[in-house]
């Protein structure tokens, strides 16, 4: 403030020398000045002194109170322009008039009206309003003394009374209904009083005087108003300011005038007086540049005044320093980088540029400071200060503390640094002057550096957190009772602070509101202040003089509550820096300006900030450091605002939170700790990706295998002798006294939280306050408690809620006999007694309730309302009373929900996430949950257990993807399992109804609910009778054939001797391939109805890929692999059958597409056993190529059986490739004992391959082969090829190498039964289809033949027969006895008719298909085949109105048990492969067949996909009995509700009823018993019967479903309702019924995202509408804060929630801004036809027309294209939005037809460029720009980076890009130049909506 400066002198010469000099420059001035002669003011002294200002005089009196009257306001000179306006207030003066000062903000007005009074001897009652002024401030207040209220006169009736002058300043800060109060008194000087007086203007009181007396008129309770009394208002203009507009008729009450800034010449005199050592030129230019910001223009640009009024401390600091800076200095004063966007900071440098005060070369900043000692002698209290400023070193004084300067930096926890240096030794400078501002953002030290700067001056701190309700009077003064019951005030610490001397903090300005704010401008100004109870402070030279003056003693003037201000009081305010271009958070407006003098602290460097971290942490890692902040600060340097935010939780401290942790712990990932410092796990998905990218870059990755590690690692929990241990983390358990506070809670361990707790551990044990953030019910207060329970700690637990509010955190305040008492809260008593203070649910409530623990945490301090104290440590007491140190013990623990939608709390982690340690709590992983369920529900079957956490987890991985709103919760699935225990009859399915019957209204989640459950098995919604199995045919009964004879040894020629040869095999290799892993969607298939089908998934098979062979491994249920191998290209894939993932090797560089012209490699799989699990054997029948592959590590081998015999196919000219060449076959029965036999069709030799011991055994016959059968180890059954005959080979099981045994061949003559017909001929031999290799066990056998008999067996089928039993063979050489179950017509025979498409049959020419797909199930005595649908008797299967499915195959199941066939169709494939006949060749069905362990059966179709089926009867039997108590017994009996009494009978029990003796049927009726029951007589069905009775009779049962069922004619009414509606709506719109489903093509597939994106706007409307606390009503809850106001009866002191009216002066909420770029050129509709990119860009636009629909006043959108024919093609217009589907289809017509017709070429670049500048253009809140486009920029010669560069053009407008499907790895290579968070890919065109889901929600939540 400028005149100070004169007041407190120092600086050069004294003040004596510069008044002469100010005196000279004056005379010498004042002559120049010209013709209008100077006014000047005159004092003439004597009795009824007068003054005279120009040629107005005004007599003076003697003040009753002189310690009231302004003193050393005036200075020796004073300005022109100030002399006028004193004269003016003069004038005003004499004719009794109230005058109102309005002008810009700054001390001008104030000094001027205390100038006039400090002239006129005028006694003042100042107040400073604010939003929290009541009338009660201004008129009375109510005091308690003794037991009894009685009213204080406030300022406005004690200066009516006593003829003062009250001077009112902020008028535009006070609430509106407020003021009022005093117009009448302004008016006609009268006022009614509470206490019953009455104020009455003086002459008409001097009137009623001479007729009564002043007794009487005292009686009357009249009071006379003085006639000096008069009104000085000073305010500001509003509107050009922000607060509320003058009243009308307050308005009219006052006399105006505008005091303006000093005129220039006036103002420069000044400058020049202070700034002695300046070149006048530089003051000149630094005054005309503020000038030139205060001007008209400027502020149309949008900038803030500059604080003319603080240049005068400018032209000081420069007065020491003139070699410093002067744009530095300005950066003080006006920091234009903090507050103004791109726009205001260029206009300010161009400004700066043109009065050169912009920095060159020879300005230097200053250094450091070099050394700072005390002064002693006659300046208490000062300090000299020496600060290097480039080579010099300038010595100075400053005030300082009143304890001891720190002569030696503390290096403990102040860590010096170059930037620290010099911000120091400015705000050295600074302090020389004025009070200063350090804005900077979170965590980047503000408070560190304070409280350094405070140490080094010997100041001792008092530290003030701001809160955003806060109150006047909670900054100054708090009222509250004495022991004895009367009212007092307590100075708040900023008032003790100012009076000690001490340095005050205030924390968090940016917080409060400015109008709370304002009650501070006096103090920090002119060191004045008056509080509530009357107390003056005054500035301490102002306090000497009026003592010298008066000749009073310091006692006396504290009699009178006069106290001066400490010389050394500063206030140093703390503040984020505000958000440029928001509308909320300006803080730092023109009025703030004018207080401070600004630092910015910026935050640290690089190289800075791994200085401090060394310093602080000398032994951590100094890679990950290095990491780590080459991270940070890549975060910090992109303008993109995702980026930004996760920086902020980045910041020094929390960087020194990760290394402190690292250094203890060295072996943890950095990684991990870097994503729970920014808690990624619940960012939205485009910041966590940002994090992704930017982790990846900067190295820091985490691997499987440490995923792994953690995953194996030991989590246990033990308690030995006193010492806990959590996973490998120890601590000695606590003792405590108070064991009720020691939280003990049902706690399941599981590896997941028990992982938690020791993370948790860590931080505790490194003195961290713990943050859990996480979804509902996931077990934060489980996991707290158990933790405490472990360490033994006591709790404390706080709720918080809306309406918490700061008192109620700290002090509950309550009235007992009439005195006010304060209880502790939980806060407090923890801190006292070192518990463990749990905070619950944090986010819900205001986060500027819950910033007040910052100060607790950070600094460890806290006043409580009650005027106690919370300190850290003990040095701070020093014998202070109200004093609690903070117990070393107390620690926090903070729970809350995750931030953003669904929740809607408030971002507790955002405001204070970087003073904790955050961890992030999620539902346990799939095998911690299952752990802790099977605890909860031991009796619950596990296969309940496991669908339960299947279908919950992937219902929160869509929760994730932000598919679903709802986070479904372990809570969740607890309560279903505790249900399920206690009650295990309900099934499953109604049960899990309990929680989804939350989303039963909502059709679109409701669809998705039951789809996901459905997929895991969980029959929501399926009634026990749908049970849809296969029908039952008889099967013709079996004959007796004949008989299988054994050549007799007799007969030579019948037993042939074979030799064999044994040789090693050559093994070339091994190569390793590449394993690729793919996810597998599992569906149950027994979700609504119960079929033989039980899950089915689907391979991610290429179009032309063929599947040839399935097979599955022989093992234990649990593990069965299934293996697929495909042609063209070959590839193998193998997938746990029960797992979520399958694997894939790509075979196809070992058998090439095409060799030749007409190879079709076909391959066939064996898997291996024991011990060489997980390797398989590939067969490759044409060219005989045998590959061993190991699943485990891809490694690849080729054997090599035949060394001699390695033909490779011929390669005969084409024309003689017709012919059909012969194929090797593999026969695997027993591969899983690692033998295996090949053999050539129409050859001679048995190869048989022993995988093991590395060997071949080649076996030559005498006869050409034309199939294999291995029936046992040791007996073959072998088919000749030309004759069909049968023969048995036998062998040794083993052979040994040594004695190359010799295998003996028996021919088998197959002998008919004397039937009379014979099958004579050789061609009717047939050649069995499928041959057991294992037989029926004994009751199979039995129950086939229906004979009992037990002997050795093999089950055959074949062409003409269902099925053939041989019994005796092969173990028996006497003749087998053949049963057979023939069919009616074979197979083979039958041909399909042409016009039948699915039959491939119809196009083979030749040989039989080379998969029989027939299997044989020895358990459960099945054997099942794939036929083509031409092959089954469809007319018996299907009604003769029922059309049959389109089938790929049936499942022909033959069961010998029960005799009968079923049928089961195999859905059709969803595509199918071109190549057909090469199908044909391999499958007569569109599927292929494999056993799955002992019962179970595994097709695979050619379109990839995998069913599994069961078909045992017992095992459906068992699955239907589990399927029907999953959805429950509902039989259909009505419930009873019975009430059991405990003496005699119950009234009316339920009774037999009497026993008809004619039985006849009786329904209901409730008098019979036997029939069909009746209310509670006992029968069948019915209401309410006690048990079930049958006579015997035909039972009328409703059943459930017709209880549930509506009758027919009611839907069909609602049906026919609904279409007449939908037509009447089509007619209104003027929509064809054509266009109607058109439209709904595109409507329909985006149904969902709109509706999810509805309801989070809906969502946002709310949360903008959510009501707040009204202060001051005369009605609604009591204010705590007013409680004592209460006590004495005032009316005002109550809070209610209203709706808040927006802050006086806020800017107008503005709509967002949207844009949506879609590309509409000629690529979109050509490659439209490969991926639908234009069907998806369309209902792109579709969703975004739908989802704003009805939002347009918050969001205005427009979509524009670009093409080949231009860049800007208006789609939508912002006004003139769409508002039914006509309208809408019309856009995505025109879009269809543009891209359709449009010229070639793109741009996308110019269209994005186009469109982020016109948006900007306009006013919005915020812009989006959202560009659709395929990503073929390359094409047209587009350089990525110009796109990326084009996307972030400006940083106000946030752009996007997706591209739509591309060409290649197009889009990959471009996302990965592009910023990251900034584009996306959506390969599936399906995800496009998904991804502007994701857009939307992310980055408008953000901002809502």
């Given at each position: 403030?400028?005149?100070?400066?004169?007041?407190?002198?120092?600086?050069?010469?004294?003040?004596?020398?510069?008044?002469?000099?100010?005196?000279?420059?004056?005379?010498?001035?004042?002559?120049?000045?010209?013709?209008?002669?100077?006014?000047?003011?005159?004092?003439?002294?004597?009795?009824?002194?007068?003054?005279?200002?120009?040629?107005?005089?005004?007599?003076?009196?003697?003040?009753?109170?002189?310690?009231?009257?302004?003193?050393?306001?005036?200075?020796?000179?004073?300005?022109?322009?100030?002399?006028?306006?004193?004269?003016?207030?003069?004038?005003?003066?004499?004719?009794?008039?109230?005058?109102?000062?309005?002008?810009?903000?700054?001390?001008?007005?104030?000094?001027?009206?205390?100038?006039?009074?400090?002239?006129?001897?005028?006694?003042?009652?100042?107040?400073?309003?604010?939003?929290?002024?009541?009338?009660?401030?201004?008129?009375?207040?109510?005091?308690?003394?003794?037991?009894?209220?009685?009213?204080?006169?406030?300022?406005?009736?004690?200066?009516?009374?006593?003829g003062?002058?009250?001077?009112?300043?902020?008028?535009?800060?006070?609430?509106?209904?407020?003021?009022?109060?005093?117009?009448?008194?302004?008016?006609?000087?009268?006022?009614?009083?509470?206490?019953?007086?009455?104020?009455?203007?003086?002459?008409?009181?001097?009137?009623?005087?001479?007729?009564?007396?002043k007794?009487?008129?005292?009686?009357?309770?009249?009071?006379?108003?003085?006639?000096?009394?008069?009104?000085?208002?000073?305010?500001?203009?509003?509107?050009?300011?922000?607060?509320?507009?003058?009243?009308?008729?307050?308005?009219?009450?006052?006399?105006?005038?505008?005091?303006?800034?000093?005129?220039?010449?006036?103002?420069?005199?000044?400058?020049?007086?202070?700034?002695?050592?300046?070149?006048?030129?530089?003051?000149?230019?630094?005054?005309?540049?503020?000038?030139?910001?205060?001007?008209?223009?400027?502020?149309?640009?949008?900038?803030?005044?500059?604080p003319?009024?603080?240049?005068?401390?400018?032209?000081?600091?420069?007065?020491?320093?003139?070699?410093?800076?002067?744009?530095?200095?300005?950066?003080?004063?006006?920091p234009?980088?903090?507050?103004?966007?791109?726009?205001?900071?260029?206009?300010?440098?161009?400004?700066?540029?043109?009065?050169?005060?912009?920095?060159?070369?020879?300005?230097?900043?200053?250094?450091?400071?070099?050394k700072?000692?005390?002064?002693?002698?006659?300046?208490?209290?000062?300090?000299?200060?020496?600060?290097?400023?480039?080579?010099?070193?300038?010595?100075?004084?400053?005030?300082?503390?009143?304890?001891?300067?720190?002569?030696?930096?503390?290096?403990?926890?102040?860590?010096?640094?170059?930037?620290?240096?010099?911000?120091?030794?400015?705000?050295m400078?600074?302090?020389?002057?004025?009070?200063?501002?350090?804005?900077?953002?979170?965590?980047?030290?503000?408070?560190?550096?304070?409280?350094?700067?405070?140490?080094?001056?010997?100041?001792?701190?008092?530290?003030i957190?701001?809160?955003?309700?806060?109150?006047?009077?909670?900054?100054?003064?708090?009222?509250?009772?004495?022991?004895?019951?009367?009212?007092?005030?307590r100075?708040?610490?900023?008032?003790?602070a100012?009076?000690?001397?001490?340095?005050?903090?205030?924390?968090?300005?940016?917080?409060?509101?400015?109008?709370?704010?304002?009650?501070?401008?006096?103090?920090?100004?002119?060191?004045?202040?008056?509080?509530?109870?009357?107390?003056?402070?005054?500035?301490?030279?102002?306090?000497?003089?009026?003592?010298?003056?008066?000749?009073?003693?310091?006692?006396?003037?504290?009699?009178?509550?006069?106290f001066?201000?400490?010389?050394?009081?500063?206030?140093?305010?703390?503040?984020?820096?505000?958000?440029?271009?928001?509308?909320?958070?300006?803080?730092l407006?023109?009025?703030?300006?004018?207080?401070?003098?600004?630092?910015?602290?910026?935050?640290?460097?690089?190289?800075?900030?791994?200085?401090?971290?060394?310093?602080?942490?000398?032994?951590?890692p100094s890679?990950?450091?290095?990491?780590?902040?080459?991270?940070?600060?890549?975060?910090?340097?992109?303008?993109?605002?995702?980026?930004?935010?996760?920086?902020?939780?980045?910041?020094?401290?929390?960087?020194?939170?990760?290394?402190?942790?690292?250094?203890?712990y060295?072996?943890?990932?950095?990684?991990?700790?870097?994503?729970?410092?920014?808690?990624?796990?619940?960012?939205?998905?485009?910041?966590?990706?940002?994090?992704?990218?930017?982790?990846?870059?900067?190295?820091?990755?985490?691997?499987?295998?440490?995923?792994?590690?953690?995953?194996?690692?030991?989590?246990?929990?033990?308690?030995?002798?006193?010492?806990?241990?959590?996973?490998?983390?120890?601590?000695?358990?606590?003792?405590?006294?108070?064991k009720?506070?020691?939280?003990d809670?049902?706690?399941?361990?599981?590896?997941?939280?028990?992982?938690?707790?020791?993370?948790?551990?860590?931080?505790?044990?490194?003195?961290?306050?713990?943050?859990?953030?996480?979804?509902?019910?996931?077990?934060?207060?489980?996991?707290?408690?158990?933790?405490?329970?472990?360490?033994?700690?006591?709790?404390?637990?706080?709720?918080?809620?809306?309406?918490?509010?700061?008192?109620?955190?700290?002090?509950?305040?309550?009235?007992?006999?009439?005195?006010?008492?304060?209880?502790?809260?939980?806060?407090?008593?923890?801190?006292?007694?070192?518990?463990i203070?749990?905070?619950?649910?944090?986010?819900?409530?205001?986060?500027?309730?819950?910033?007040?623990?910052?100060?607790?945490?950070?600094?460890?301090?806290?006043?409580?309302?009650?005027?106690?104290?919370?300190?850290?440590?003990?040095?701070?007491?020093?014998?202070?009373?109200?004093?609690?140190?903070?117990?070393?013990?107390?620690?926090?623990?903070?729970?809350?929900n995750?931030?953003?939608?669904?929740?809607?709390?408030?971002?507790?982690?955002?405001?204070?996430?970087?003073?904790?340690?955050?961890?992030?709590?999620?539902?346990?992983?799939?095998?911690?949950?299952?752990?802790?369920?099977?605890?909860?529900?031991?009796?619950?079957?596990?296969?309940?257990?496991?669908k339960?956490?299947?279908?919950?987890?992937?219902?929160?991985?869509?929760?994730?993807?932000?598919?679903?709103?709802?986070?479904?919760?372990?809570?969740?699935v607890?309560?279903?399992?505790?249900?399920?225990?206690?009650?295990?009859?309900?099934?499953?399915?109604?049960?899990?109804?309990?929680?989804?019957?939350?989303?039963?209204?909502?059709?679109?989640?409701?669809?998705?609910?039951?789809?996901?459950?459905?997929?895991?098995?969980?029959?929501?919604?399926?009634?026990?009778?749908?049970?849809?199995?296969?029908?039952?045919?008889?099967?013709p009964?079996?004959?007796?054939?004949?008989?299988?004879?054994?050549?007799?040894?007799?007969?030579?020629?019948?037993?042939l001797?074979?030799?064999?040869?044994?040789?090693?095999?050559?093994?070339k290799?091994?190569?390793?391939?590449?394993?690729?892993?793919?996810?597998?969607?599992?569906?149950?298939?027994?979700?609504?109805?119960?079929?033989?089908?039980?899950?089915?998934?689907?391979?991610?098979?290429?179009?032309?890929?063929?599947?040839?062979?399935?097979?599955?491994?022989?093992?234990?249920?649990?593990?069965?692999?299934?293996?697929?191998?495909?042609?063209n290209?070959?590839?193998?894939?193998?997938?746990?059958?029960?797992?979520?993932?399958?694997?894939?090797?790509?075979?196809?560089?070992?058998?090439?597409?095409?060799?030749?012209?007409?190879?079709?490699?076909?391959?066939?799989?064996?898997?291996?056993?024991?011990?060489?699990?997980?390797?398989?054997?590939?067969?490759?029948?044409?060219?005989?190529?045998?590959?061993?592959?190991?699943?485990n590590?891809?490694?690849?081998?080729?054997?090599?059986?035949?060394?001699?015999?390695?033909?490779?196919?011929?390669?005969?000219?084409?024309?003689?490739?017709?012919?059909?060449?012969?194929?090797?076959?593999?026969?695997?029965?027993?591969?899983?004992?690692?033998?295996?036999?090949?053999?050539?069709?129409?050859?001679?030799?048995l190869?048989v391959?022993?995988?093991?011991?590395?060997?071949?055994?080649?076996?030559?016959?005498?006869?050409?082969?034309?199939?294999?059968?291995?029936?046992?180890?040791?007996?073959?059954?072998?088919?000749e090829?030309?004759?069909?005959?049968?023969?048995?080979?036998?062998?040794?099981?083993?052979?040994?190498?040594?004695?190359?045994?010799?295998?003996?061949?028996?021919?088998?003559?197959?002998?008919?039964?004397d039937?009379?017909?014979?099958?004579?001929?050789?061609?009717?031999?047939?050649?069995?289809?499928?041959?057991?290799?294992?037989?029926?066990?004994?009751?199979?056998?039995?129950?086939?033949?229906?004979?009992?008999?037990?002997?050795?067996?093999r089950?055959?089928?074949?062409?003409?027969?269902?099925?053939?039993?041989?019994?005796?063979?092969?173990?028996?050489?006497?003749?087998?006895?053949?049963?057979?179950?023939?069919?009616n017509?074979?197979?083979?025979?039958?041909?399909?008719?042409?016009?039948?498409p699915?039959?491939?049959?119809?196009?083979?020419?030749?040989?039989?298909?080379?998969?029989?797909?027939?299997?044989?199930?020895?358990?459960?005595?099945q054997?099942?085949?794939?036929?083509a649908p031409?092959?089954?008797?469809?007319?018996?299967?299907?009604?003769?109105?029922?059309?049959?499915?389109?089938?790929?195959?049936?499942?022909?199941?033959?069961?010998?048990?029960?005799?009968?066939?079923?049928?089961?169709?195999?859905?059709?494939?969803?595509?199918?492969?071109?190549?057909?006949?090469?199908?044909?060749?391999?499958?007569?069905?569109?599927a292929?067949?494999?056993?799955?362990?002992?019962?179970?059966?595994?097709?695979?179709?050619?379109?990839?996909?995998?069913?599994?089926?069961?078909?045992?009867?017992?095992?459906?039997?068992?699955?239907?009995?589990?399927?029907?108590?999953m959805?429950?017994?509902?039989?259909?009996?009505?419930?009873?509700?019975?009430?059991?009494?405990?003496?005699?009978?119950d009234?009316?029990?339920?009774?037999?009823?009497?026993?008809?003796?004619?039985?006849?049927?009786?329904?209901?009726?409730?008098?019979?018993a036997?029939?069909?029951?009746?209310?509670d007589?006992?029968?069948l069905?019915?209401?309410?019967?006690p048990?079930?009775?049958?006579?015997?009779?035909?039972?009328?049962?409703?059943?459930?479903?017709?209880?549930?069922?509506?009758?027919?004619?009611?839907?069909?009414?609602?049906?026919?309702?609904?279409?007449?509606?939908?037509?009447?709506?089509?007619?209104?719109?003027?929509?064809?019924?054509?266009?109607?489903?058109?439209?709904?093509?595109?409507?329909?597939?985006?149904?969902?995202?709109?509706?999810?994106?509805?309801?989070?706007?809906?969502?946002?409307?709310?949360?903008?509408?959510?009501?707040?606390?009204?202060?001051?009503q005369?009605?609604?809850?009591?204010?705590?804060?007013?409680?004592?106001?209460?006590?004495?009866?005032?009316?005002?002191?109550?809070?209610?929630?209203?709706?808040?009216?927006?802050?006086?002066?806020?800017?107008?909420?503005?709509?967002?801004?949207?844009?949506?770029?879609?590309?509409?050129?000629?690529?979109?509709?050509?490659?439209?036809?490969?991926?639908?990119?234009?069907?998806?860009?369309?209902?792109?636009?579709?969703?975004?027309?739908?989802?704003?629909?009805?939002?347009?006043?918050?969001?205005?959108?427009?979509?524009?294209?670009?093409?080949?024919?231009?860049?800007n093609?208006?789609?939508?217009?912002?006004?003139?939005?769409?508002?039914?589907?006509?309208?809408r289809?019309?856009?995505?017509?025109?879009?269809?037809?543009?891209?359709?017709?449009?010229?070639?070429?793109?741009?996308?670049?110019?269209?994005?460029?186009?469109?982020?500048?016109?948006?900007?253009?306009?006013?919005?809140?915020?812009?989006?720009?959202?560009?659709?486009?395929?990503a073929?920029?390359e094409?047209?010669?587009?350089?990525?980076?110009?796109?990326?560069?084009?996307l972030?053009?400006?940083?106000?407008?946030?752009?996007?890009?997706?591209?739509?499907?591309?060409?290649?790895?197009?889009?990959?290579?471009?996302?990965?130049?592009?910023?990251?968070?900034?584009?996306?890919?959506?390969?599936?065109?399906?995800?496009?909506?998904?991804?502007?889901?994701?857009?939307?929600?992310s980055?408008?939540?953000?901002?809502?």
């Amino acid at each position: 403030m400028q005149w100070r400066a004169l007041c407190l002198g120092g600086g050069v010469g004294g003040p004596a020398a510069r008044r002469v000099r100010l005196l000279l420059r004056q005379v010498l001035g004042g002559g120049a000045a010209g013709s209008g002669r100077p006014q000047e003011v005159r004092a003439l002294h004597g009795s009824g002194d007068t003054v005279t200002i120009g040629d107005v005089s005004f007599k003076l009196k003697t003040p009753k109170n002189p310690e009231l009257v302004p003193q050393n306001y005036m200075t020796d000179s004073l300005a022109q322009s100030v002399v006028h306006h004193l004269r003016w207030i003069m004038q005003k003066d004499l004719l009794g008039q109230d005058v109102f000062l309005i002008g810009p903000p700054g001390p001008l007005r104030r000094s001027i009206a205390m100038q006039y009074l400090e002239l006129t001897k005028r006694e003042v009652e100042y107040i400073a309003l604010s939003r929290d002024t009541t009338e009660t401030d201004l008129k009375q207040r109510r005091e308690i003394r003794d037991g009894s209220a009685f009213y204080l006169d406030q300022c406005a009736v004690r200066a009516a009374t006593e003829g003062r002058i009250l001077v009112l300043e902020g008028l535009e800060k006070a609430e509106r209904n407020v003021l009022p109060v005093l117009n009448n008194l302004l008016e006609n000087r009268e006022m009614q009083l509470e206490d019953g007086r009455f104020l009455m203007s003086a002459e008409r009181y001097d009137k009623l005087l001479q007729d009564h007396t002043k007794a009487e008129l005292d009686s009357w309770k009249i009071v006379r108003v003085s006639e000096d009394f008069r009104v000085i208002a000073l305010g500001l203009p509003v509107p050009k300011y922000s607060g509320n507009p003058l009243d009308p008729p307050l308005r009219s009450r006052f006399q105006a005038r505008d005091v303006y800034h000093l005129p220039f010449k006036d103002h420069l005199q000044l400058l020049y007086s202070i700034g002695s050592n300046i070149s006048t030129e530089r003051i000149s230019q630094l005054l005309s540049f503020a000038t030139t910001l205060c001007t008209q223009e400027s502020s149309t640009l949008g900038l803030p005044d500059f604080p003319l009024d603080s240049l005068s401390a400018a032209v000081q600091i420069l007065d020491s320093f003139p070699m410093m800076s002067v744009q530095h200095v300005i950066d003080r004063l006006y920091p234009y980088n903090v507050f103004l966007g791109k726009e205001g900071r260029t206009a300010v440098k161009d400004a700066l540029k043109r009065f050169e005060l912009h920095d060159s070369e020879s300005h230097l900043l200053p250094r450091k400071i070099t050394k700072v000692e005390s002064l002693h002698g006659n300046k208490p209290f000062q300090a000299d200060v020496t600060v290097q400023i480039g080579e010099k070193e300038v010595t100075f004084q400053v005030p300082a503390g009143t304890g001891l300067l720190k002569k030696h930096p503390r290096s403990n926890t102040f860590v010096r640094t170059s930037s620290h240096n010099q911000l120091l030794a400015e705000m050295m400078q600074s302090h020389m002057v004025k009070d200063m501002c350090l804005i900077g953002g979170k965590g980047c030290g503000k408070t560190v550096i304070a409280k350094e700067f405070a140490d080094m001056l010997g100041y001792s701190i008092e530290p003030i957190m701001m809160y955003q309700d806060m109150t006047a009077r909670d900054l100054l003064q708090q009222r509250y009772t004495l022991p004895n019951g009367d009212t007092a005030w307590r100075p708040s610490p900023l008032v003790t602070a100012a009076l000690e001397g001490k340095l005050v903090i205030l924390d968090g300005i940016h917080r409060i509101n400015p109008g709370t704010l304002a009650v501070l401008q006096r103090l920090i100004h002119d060191r004045e202040l008056t509080l509530y109870d009357g107390t003056r402070l005054l500035r301490e030279d102002r306090y000497q003089n009026l003592k010298e003056e008066l000749q009073i003693s310091d006692e006396k003037l504290q009699e009178r509550s006069i106290f001066p201000i400490h010389r050394s009081f500063r206030i140093v305010v703390l503040a984020e820096p505000p958000v440029i271009g928001s509308s909320t958070q300006q803080w730092l407006g023109p009025e703030f300006l004018t207080l401070f003098l600004f630092h910015n602290v910026r935050s640290l460097s690089k190289t800075e900030e791994m200085e401090v971290i060394k310093e602080m942490i000398p032994n951590v890692p100094s890679v990950a450091v290095e990491q780590l902040l080459s991270l940070t600060h890549k975060l910090q340097e992109t303008n993109d605002a995702t980026a930004q935010s996760l920086a902020s939780s980045l910041s020094t401290r929390q960087l020194l939170r990760i290394c402190r942790r690292l250094s203890r712990y060295p072996d943890e990932s950095l990684y991990y700790a870097v994503n729970k410092a920014c808690l990624s796990r619940f960012l939205p998905n485009l910041a966590r990706s940002a994090l992704h990218k930017n982790l990846q870059d900067s190295r820091i990755e985490t691997s499987p295998d440490d995923m792994k590690k953690l995953e194996e690692k030991d989590y246990t929990c033990e308690i030995n002798n006193g010492i806990l241990k959590i996973g490998s983390v120890t601590m000695p358990i606590y003792n405590s006294t108070e064991k009720m506070k020691v939280p003990d809670v049902l706690f399941y361990e599981n590896a997941q939280h028990m992982m938690i707790m020791e993370d948790m551990l860590k931080d505790f044990l490194l003195g961290e306050h713990l943050l859990l953030v996480g979804n509902q019910g996931v077990g934060k207060n489980k996991i707290v408690d158990r933790f405490l329970h472990l360490l033994n700690r006591p709790r404390e637990y706080l709720q918080l809620h809306r309406d918490t509010t700061v008192q109620s955190l700290t002090l509950q305040p309550s009235v007992k006999d009439g005195l006010i008492v304060y209880e502790d809260s939980p806060l407090v008593k923890a801190v006292k007694f070192g518990h463990i203070l749990v905070i619950d649910e944090a986010d819900k409530a205001p986060t500027n309730v819950t910033c007040v623990l910052k100060t607790l945490v950070e600094s460890g301090e806290m006043v409580l309302a009650d005027g106690r104290r919370i300190v850290a440590n003990h040095d701070h007491v020093e014998g202070r009373e109200n004093v609690i140190v903070i117990h070393p013990d107390f620690r926090m623990i903070v729970l809350a929900n995750r931030p953003g939608f669904p929740f809607l709390g408030n971002d507790f982690f955002g405001t204070l996430g970087d003073i904790f340690s955050c961890h992030a709590v999620d539902n346990p992983k799939p095998q911690s949950e299952l752990a802790m369920l099977r605890q909860y529900g031991p009796d619950v079957p596990e296969p309940i257990l496991q669908k339960l956490v299947a279908a919950f987890g992937e219902l929160r991985s869509l929760a994730d993807q932000g598919i679903i709103n709802y986070p479904y919760s372990t809570r969740e699935v607890v309560n279903i399992v505790k249900h399920l225990q206690k009650f295990p009859t309900e099934g499953l399915a109604n049960v899990v109804r309990n929680v989804f019957d939350f989303d039963s209204y909502n059709n679109e989640m409701r669809e998705i609910l039951i789809s996901t459950l459905h997929k895991y098995g969980i029959p929501i919604g399926a009634k026990p009778t749908n049970v849809q199995l296969a029908k039952e045919l008889p099967l013709p009964d079996h004959k007796f054939m004949g008989y299988w004879k054994v050549g007799q040894p007799g007969h030579a020629q019948q037993k042939l001797l074979c030799p064999t040869e044994t040789q090693k095999i050559d093994v070339k290799g091994p190569v390793y391939l590449n394993i690729q892993g793919f996810p597998l969607e599992r569906h149950e298939a027994r979700s609504l109805s119960f079929t033989e089908e039980l899950a089915f998934w689907t391979l991610p098979l290429g179009e032309v890929n063929l599947v040839c062979d399935v097979t599955v491994t022989k093992e234990e249920e649990a593990e069965n692999v299934l293996y697929v191998t495909t042609c063209n290209p070959v590839s193998l894939y193998f997938m746990n059958v029960s797992s979520k993932s399958g694997y894939f090797v790509d075979l196809y560089d070992l058998f090439p597409r095409t060799v030749g012209n007409v190879w079709q490699p076909f391959v066939t799989v064996a898997p291996l056993g024991n011990p060489l699990k997980g390797q398989v054997v590939l067969h490759e029948e044409e060219s005989n190529v045998v590959l061993l592959l190991d699943t485990n590590n891809g490694a690849i081998r080729r054997l090599l059986l035949l060394p001699d015999a390695q033909e490779s196919p011929k390669r005969t000219s084409w024309w003689s490739s017709k012919e059909e060449m012969s194929n090797y076959k593999m026969c695997r029965e027993f591969s899983h004992k690692n033998w295996l036999v090949f053999y050539k069709e129409a050859g001679n030799r048995l190869v048989v391959l022993d995988v093991l011991e590395g060997q071949t055994h080649t076996i030559s016959l005498p006869i050409n082969l034309k199939s294999v059968f291995l029936a046992a180890e040791d007996r073959w059954l072998l088919v000749e090829n030309e004759t069909n005959q049968k023969f048995l080979l036998t062998k040794h099981a083993h052979m040994e190498a040594e004695d190359s045994e010799v295998c003996q061949l028996y021919a088998l003559s197959e002998e008919p039964a004397d039937m009379g017909f014979g099958l004579t001929t050789a061609s009717e031999l047939c050649v069995p289809h499928a041959v057991s290799s294992d037989q029926l066990s004994s009751e199979n056998l039995s129950a086939a033949v229906g004979q009992k008999i037990s002997s050795p067996n093999r089950i055959f089928s074949d062409e003409h027969n269902y099925a053939t039993i041989v019994i005796g063979f092969p173990d028996l050489l006497s003749p087998s006895e053949v049963y057979s179950w023939k069919r009616n017509s074979s197979l083979s025979r039958k041909r399909a008719s042409p016009s039948d498409p699915f039959y491939y049959g119809a196009r083979r020419k030749t040989a039989a298909a080379k998969q029989t797909n027939c299997v044989t199930l020895l358990a459960s005595n099945q054997i099942v085949r794939i036929l083509a649908p031409g092959d089954v008797p469809l007319k018996d299967i299907y009604p003769k109105d029922v059309t049959p499915p389109q089938a790929g195959g049936y499942l022909e199941v033959t069961d010998l048990n029960s005799k009968k066939i079923k049928y089961i169709a195999i859905p059709r494939s969803q595509s199918l492969s071109p190549y057909t006949s090469w199908l044909s060749k391999i499958s007569d069905a569109d599927a292929l067949l494999a056993p799955l362990g002992k019962v179970g059966l595994v097709s695979v179709d050619m379109g990839g996909s995998v069913r599994l089926w069961e078909t045992g009867l017992d095992s459906l039997q068992r699955s239907l009995q589990d399927w029907r108590n999953m959805i429950g017994q509902e039989d259909g009996r009505p419930v009873q509700i019975t009430i059991q009494r405990d003496s005699g009978l119950d009234v009316s029990s339920p009774k037999h009823g009497k026993v008809d003796p004619d039985n006849m049927p009786h329904v209901g009726g409730n008098t019979w018993a036997g029939g069909t029951g009746g209310r509670d007589t006992a029968g069948l069905g019915g209401k309410g019967g006690p048990y079930r009775l049958d006579a015997g009779h035909r039972v009328y049962q409703i059943s459930q479903a017709e209880k549930d069922a509506v009758p027919e004619e009611v839907k069909r009414a609602a049906r026919e309702m609904g279409e007449k509606a939908f037509k009447q709506r089509l007619k209104e719109i003027q929509m064809s019924e054509y266009d109607a489903s058109t439209y709904e093509r595109f409507s329909g597939a985006v149904r969902r995202q709109v509706q999810s994106l509805r309801i989070i706007l809906d969502n946002l409307q709310a949360k903008g509408k959510e009501r707040q606390w009204l202060r001051h009503q005369a009605v609604g809850e009591l204010d705590d804060a007013k409680i004592i106001d209460g006590l004495t009866g005032e009316k005002a002191i109550y809070k209610r929630r209203g709706e808040l009216e927006p802050q006086p002066g806020s800017p107008q909420q503005k709509p967002k801004r949207l844009r949506l770029v879609v590309d509409v050129s000629g690529s979109m509709y050509r490659f439209n036809g490969v991926d639908g990119r234009l069907e998806r860009s369309m209902e792109a636009v579709c969703m975004v027309m739908e989802a704003f629909e009805n939002y347009e006043h918050k969001f205005k959108y427009d979509i524009v294209g670009h093409s080949g024919d231009g860049f800007n093609i208006v789609l939508v217009g912002s006004e003139k939005v769409p508002k039914n589907n006509k309208q809408r289809l019309e856009i995505l017509k025109i879009m269809h037809a543009h891209a359709q017709f449009c010229m070639s070429g793109d741009h996308t670049l110019e269209g994005t460029e186009h469109a982020i500048r016109e948006i900007a253009k306009e006013e919005a809140d915020e812009y989006f720009v959202i560009v659709l486009s395929d990503a073929n920029l390359e094409r047209y010669g587009i350089q990525p980076s110009r796109f990326a560069q084009a996307l972030t053009t400006n940083a106000q407008v946030n752009a996007f890009a997706i591209f739509i499907g591309s060409l290649g790895d197009q889009a990959d290579r471009l996302q990965r130049t592009l910023p990251a968070g900034r584009s996306f890919i959506a390969m599936d065109t399906k995800e496009i909506p998904q991804i502007l889901q994701q857009i939307f929600t992310s980055t408008m939540l953000s901002s809502a």
